[in-house]
């Protein structure tokens, strides 16, 4: 792919989308031809974040009717879930002294709200 614009096709905004947005997981339609790390690296240049993980799943088109039994099908697509690399720090820190950790948290919370 030449452009990332082509291979983030556009952000998938539903009511499930958008409480996952709050533990930094996102959707986007991308390229059907595009892997996970083009996905990667292009969110990153766009959007200027991190990213911890990539899933991608195909969606074949649905097979429909188009007037008096004139059979056709919807486009096939792909699916993006990414990850935000900062959460999977906060969840990656040490279980070892507790008010160390405490304080590391607090203030990466701090940071990812400001």
Request: positive net charge.
């Amino acid at each position: 792919m030449a452009n990332v614009y082509d291979i983030i096709i556009r952000p998938i905004i539903t009511e499930r989308g958008m409480a996952a947005t709050a533990d930094k997981k996102y959707t986007f339609e991308v390229a059907p031809s595009a892997g996970k790390i083009e996905i990667k690296n292009a969110v990153e240049k766009i959007f200027g974040v991190k990213v911890a993980k990539v899933n991608t799943i195909n969606y074949d088109g649905k097979t429909k009717r188009m007037g008096a039994g004139r059979p056709g099908t919807r486009k096939s697509w792909k699916k993006a879930y990414v990850w935000d690399r900062a959460v999977q720090m906060k969840c990656c820190l040490p279980k070892t002294d507790r008010h160390r950790r405490k304080i590391l948290l607090h203030s990466w919370e701090k940071s990812l709200c400001s």
